[in-house]
Every structure is written in structure tokens, then in C-alpha cells.
């Protein structure tokens, strides 16, 4: 952060840091990462892809969200991602259990990123997503829209929150693809805390 002016939060984005500068020059420390947790670190950033394709599937986690959150037992992202109930698997298993595939002894191993991702889309987003960028209709009904996430959020993106607000802009004031109306600003703007 430094020669960033006081008030003025830094984007994440444009860090270049490479996070295999700390991987271990040899026996493991406490202060170093080994190879495999460079790779792991590295996977979390970019992202999950479809296993088949290597086509982007979700945006990664953001440089620096790693330390968000958690405690001595689960510190930074264990605190979202660990189960304290069920440590042998994930904190959204249940998610994928009950919600997308209902079956009670679906197994989280198991889960195919090439065809199990067409599942969950088909399944839930009717239901959670709202991902439409073409809010025409809300703004000319005089809706206005705050959109807010935070850099670290362990469980969504703020990449994603980013690309819906572009698309948004993109959409325009009257939404016509390519109209870049200065008051998108003014009735749906996105802050990145």
C-alpha cells in the first residue's frame, strides 16, 4: 500500500504480486509455502474452470482476501470454506446436497466441473441468480439500485460484482447495448469496500 494517498483504497486488480516469491528455498517453514500450496494459492485466484474445456467458469479471489476473516482454528478463508459440524467436507456441501442435486448422501468428491456446473446453472439460477444486466425497466419505474461487495469476500467474487456492473453500463440508459449513460453512477452505483 505504499505511495497509495490516505482515504484511497487500493485495487486489488492491479496488484501484480506473485505469490510463488514465497514458496519455500528449501526444508518447510512456518514463514514460507511449499510448492503445493503455491499451486493451491495460485488455483484459488484464478478461479475455478471446467475440467474438460479450461474455461473460466467463476472469477477468482482477489489478492489479499485470503487474510479475511476467521480464527487461530480456521484462520482467514478456512473460516468460509471449513465445516465446523462436518470437518471432513466443505461448509456448502449441504448446498449441493439438499438444494441442487437432493439427494442426502450426494458426495462432494464427486462433483464433475464439466457437466455437474450445467446442473447447479440449470437447477438454482432461476431461483438466486440475477445476473440480467438490463435494469431498463427498474430505473425507468425510478428504481435506484446500491450495489456493494468487499475486495475480501470469501464466497463471492468481487470480480463478479464488477462484471455485472459493467454490464449494466454497457447495457445503457434505455437499454440499448453500448450506450454509456453518465447517470448509471447515480442510480445503480457499485462500491467495492
Known sequence: ??????????????????????????????????????????????????????????????????GMGGDETNPGWADFWANPDKP???QRADFFRYWVFKDANWNWWNFDWDKDVETV???????????DPDISPFRARGGKLIMFMGWDDPVGSSVEA???YDGVVARGKDGDAGAKPPDTPRFAPLFIL
Do not use: H, W
Open 1 to 66: 500500500d505504499a505511495g497509495v494517498p490516505a482515504g484511497v483504497t487500493p485495487d486489488p486488480l492491479k496488484c501484480a504480486f506473485d505469490i510463488g516469491a514465497l514458496t519455500c528455498p528449501g526444508a518447510e517453514t512456518a514463514d514460507c509455502l511449499t510448492v503445493e500450496q503455491v499451486a493451491t494459492m495460485r488455483a484459488i485466484y484464478r478461479g475455478p474452470r471446467n475440467a474438460r474445456t479450461g474455461e473460466q467458469l467463476y472469477p477468482g479471489l482477489t489478492l489479499g482476501s485470503e
Open 88 to 90: 471432513d467436507e466443505p
Open 121 to 131: 446453472q440449470r437447477v438454482i439460477a432461476p431461483v438466486v441468480d440475477a445476473t
Open 162 to 164: 464488477i462484471n455485472y
